[in-house]
């Protein structure tokens, strides 16, 4: 995570993120270099999206992404600690309702994209990761792969895998981070286990295609 030692200031998302997913192995490092390419200072005011036939629109960063059937929204009613030009909460789905209890994973999509300059002295997407580690481990989640590029339909995107094993209920979580126009976009996914993670994140497209590359991590000598 190129050593990176900065702290995140308080934006709201993070603690969004973390709060609707209570019931919320060495990989291939890469350096925060080679990552993505340092961005130019903008303001992050990007289009919220829109749902039309079951489908999730943002012009700002051109994806789309396809909701998993039954599934419920409650991107409205989770946005307030949204902040416009620092903060914003694009997109929150669920298997069911977060208010409803269950004994399962409550298995989610959040998408937030958040300004670069919340996080002083960020300049690569997995810079990103240093934060967002301490703070998933934090809730008992363990790393599974370091952050590793990967090309979601042509997009490249950086990749962070973290599990929970708990008595009654195990979980998967996977984030991919972006840096454009001022932002840092992150798309968190939630799930039983690393398919139902796949399943999800191939609902995800940049420019109209649905291809997800995810390069394996190096095997261990």
């Known amino acids: 995570m190129g ?35 340092p961005q130019a200072r903008q303001t992050c005011s990007p289009d919220p999206g829109a749902i039309a036939d079951g489908v999730y629109r943002n012009s700002s960063f051109a994806f789309s992404y396809k909701l998993p059937f039954g599934w419920v929204e409650r991107t409205a009613q989770m946005q307030e600690g949204s902040e416009p030009g620092k903060s914003q909460l694009l997109l929150a789905v669920f298997e069911r309702p977060p208010e409803a209890a269950g004994d399962t994973v409550n298995s989610a999509v959040i998408m937030a994209a958040e300004s670069v300059d919340l996080y002083p002295g960020l300049k690569y997407a997995a810079d990103y990761f240093a934060p967002l580690t301490e703070l998933t481990t934090g809730k008992g989640f363990k790393v599974v792969n370091e952050p590793y590029e990967v090309s979601v339909s042509g997009k490249q995107m950086v990749r962070g895998d973290f599990t929970k094993d708990a008595p ?13 126009k001022g932002c840092v976009l992150s798309v968190t996914f939630l799930g039983v286990d690393e398919d139902e993670v796949d399943q999800l994140i191939d609902g995800l497209s940049f420019s109209g295609s649905t291809k997800t590359t995810k390069p394996k991590p190096a095997a261990k000598p």
């Open 168 to 180: 009654a209920l195990s979980m998967y979580q996977t984030s991919l981070v972006a840096l454009a």
């Open 3 to 37: 050593g990176m030692g900065f702290r995140p200031c308080s934006s709201g998302i993070f603690l969004l993120l973390l709060a609707v997913m209570p019931a919320l192995g060495q990989g291939t490092h890469i350096s925060a270099q080679a990552s993505s390419k």
